[in-house]
């Protein structure tokens, strides 16, 4: 075949592949499930990669024993250096027929390498959250994504267990609420089908999955908009969480990235960014 | 054999086993690895404990083969009425000759029957936490014991955590360190073996053990003692999370528990009260 390139946008619920002629034209794309390393390991990642780009193949009238020339991935999770040669060392030896050369970075790179080529500051907020700083000299300055063990503050994941966590503390009469828990209380139980706290332990560890958990958000963002206050909080307290991480790189921030047009540009990357009118009020005091 | 009753106290890290006559002599005892199926699954659970009481009864000279007449068993972890009765269901299927019968409580509720057969407030602080006020009339009130991604504050774990967290959040500039991070970054990269926060992601994620990540909390208490002020500072905060627990039940807490020479019994149990020096200050003002 002509030269084929691959890419693939991975995120911690769904990933993306598209393959692209020399020419520039898109000749295929496909989706695919979660492929961040550290939440559904290695092997996991490097079969949904390599499952969407063959589908792409396919889709794009390719043989799909050919490898393309190369493929390019912006994975959540990309960011370590030993980690991401151990992916591209089981890619070639797994999968020798998906590609001759393979490029790794981490999604926060992969979106900002799209919307400008001088820099500036990505804030991620999907299934986890984080930030990078890049300059226009190519260093980078980050803050966050360490995933939800360690970080992911104002994510889906960090809205999801805000919410929950103020319902057990609330229970617990450990800590008062700031706002009735009712609401949140039912959409919990309908959403991860339980009858009490106790039904939400397997959830939490047997068959804990971070993207799950997570989806549960976007009931928060409906409970949001329909008035519930408590909702309205924790996306407020996204706002503020997102912010701070900006704040956090500002300091970094090189002189030059401040002249454009529109000031210092940021890139917000993510679906918990469509819940922007609720988060709008803590972000700006954050 | 002439009448033998099994006990198995149950921990996040560690589990003990005990083989008692019907005249109330000890026979033997054993120790175990962790046994709270939250954390290490029902499998491992069940086998630990086959594993503990069948070497006491090899231990005390007894037939293994034959099962103890009843096996009464408090486990951190073991509260839910649906995964205790699968615990039982698949115990007897398993080891039919591990014992006649079974009863499961918690490790709070275990400690509680220990000390006192009135009632008082149990707070546990090991590699989790969790805390439950027993009225007189045998109502039981609890606050916490939801494990490390809802709650666990003031645990081993907890504290190991707040260490840490607090040095991502320092080199991220997320959030200022009340004090130095020097020595709890250095002693996280002993403990962990690691050269960078990048090389925790697999200690957070795909290797992550509960029991081996809190464990850091023993140099964390062994700087707080030789006068590290965020090693105190993490244990501070522990000492006001335990105190929190306590007032949370205590509106719920029966007249007459107070009337006792002592005042209210407070019984503290877990590793985590050896370090009571450095929580003290903490406690008094949660």
Redesign the interface.
Known sequence: MSAVYGGVEGGGTHSKAVLVSAEGHILAETDGPCTNH??V?VDNCINGINDMVQRAKIKAGLDPDTPVCSLGMSLSGG???A?IQKLIDDMRERYPKLSQSYFITTDAIGAMATASDYGGIVVISGTGSNCKLVNPDGTQV???G??H???D?GSAYWISHLA??TV?DAR???VTSPHDINYVKKAMEEYFQVSD??G??PH???I?QKSHFAGFCRKLAEGGSAGDALCQHVFTEAGKALA??IV??L?RVHQDLFSGELGLPVLCVGSVWRSWELMKSGYMTG
Request: contains cysteine.
């Open positions: 550290w939440l390991g960011e370590q250096k980690a980050g803050c966050g360490w995933g063990m360690m970080g503050e929950i966590k057990f617990d009469n450990l706290l106790m939400m332990l939490l560890y047997r804990f701070r991480h956090a790189v300091p």
